[in-house]
């Protein structure tokens, strides 16, 4: 079988450049396979080389989307690939989304990509439509069961073979409706899985409904100086010592911290529980995650009616939809209660 | 309202009214700045979060700069 070129896409993690402090590197390119790609090349059939890994800081990569988009489109069309592999990310959501974007730039190119993501990863529902994104676990731990079905899927877009449905192939579905020929027709089909649901018996239906997790704007505010506004953030920040333990990572819990009195958020009352993000930046000024001293001099000015005197706060790392959903209806049950009329929500 | 800096994961998990912020560790913040530069910076961007909340919105909408 003629020789085919695989390039793999890794975050500064993986890549092996560094930890959250190395989240700011540009993308890079080395002509070999780095961490996961070695792993990855065992998986992948015998024509298929590893010649080029490129590698991006996760925070650059999200903050610079135009410059990282650019600098990985050169570099892919350097390498020539036949096939491109992003990640795996898992549940690792900057990754995700950067593994998704690598993966649109490769479709752009003609280039098909395969990436590995826990269904809740945002890179999913955002890249999908762009490249085939295997269903993994939620950490790295799951590493050893994804690399061999990205890598056969991945050997199948280079060698240019037919790819089976989702469920088949170990992909998440990319919402695309493939005719096929079924030995039933249509109407007996139907009644099949009618009388298995009625039957209580599990059935696989031909046509999900999508889930769109849509709600109505909120109406317009008419005169801030007269309504209480709240601060609710995902970016941890917690009293020094982190008195709830609330987790780095798949938060379990909410805290609700009182700010009664206080001008500004010190260095020495807060800082951040997240495990996702460079904490230095937070733990030095605590304002730049939840802004207090700015919302207190607004209030002073009279700008905004009153400044609730609590904020809420989880650690959005990994953090399950089904946790945030809840925390997200306590929090606001709470917060209606209390008069509250207007959030200001922050995320890092 | 919604302050952050990854737009696009913001819009996939559906909020309305959205404000891009300035870096994923420090959305509303800059530490290259002095401390009156990055107060004034931190303000003004709270400011806008509240613009964000007196706009009429039919559906999502980035407030971008």
Known sequence: MEAKRVVVYLNQFFGQIGGEDKADTPPQSVAK????GV??????????????????????????????????????????????????????????????????????????????????????????????IIETGNSAAAMRSALPAMGKLAGKLANGEPIGPPAEEGYLSRGIRKNVFADKRGSERAIDLLLQKLKGEPFTTEYPIPHFDRVEPAAAISDLSQVTVAVVTSGGIVPKGNPDRIEASSASRYGKYSIAGLDTLTAEGFETAHGGYDPVYANQNPNRVVPVDALRELEKEGKIGRLFPYFYTTVGNGTSVANARKYAAEIAAELVNEGVQAVILTST | MHVCTVTPISLTVGANRIVPAVAIPHPLGNPKLNPQEEFTLRKKLVEKALQALTTPVSEQHVFES
């Not at chain 1, 396979?33 to 996961?36: D, E, H, L, S």
């Not at chain 1, 690598?102 to 809740?120: C, D, F, N, Q, T």
């Open chain 1, 39 to 132: 792993g990855l090349q065992a998986n992948l059939p015998e024509n298929c080389t590893i010649v080029g890994t490129i590698i991006c800081g996760d925070g650059y990569f999200n903050e610079n989307l135009e410059e990282a988009s650019t600098a990985v489109r050169q570099m892919l069309e350097e390498f020539a690939p036949h096939v491109v592999v992003a990640g795996p990310a898992f549940n690792a959501g900057r990754y995700g989304m950067a593994c998704g974007m690598v993966g649109k730039i490769a479709h752009e190119l003609g280039i098909p990509a395969v990436s590995g993501m826990y269904p809740e990863n945002p890179g999913v529902e955002a890249y999908r439509q762009y490249l085939y």
């Open chain 1, 33 to 36: 396979a780095v961490g996961p």
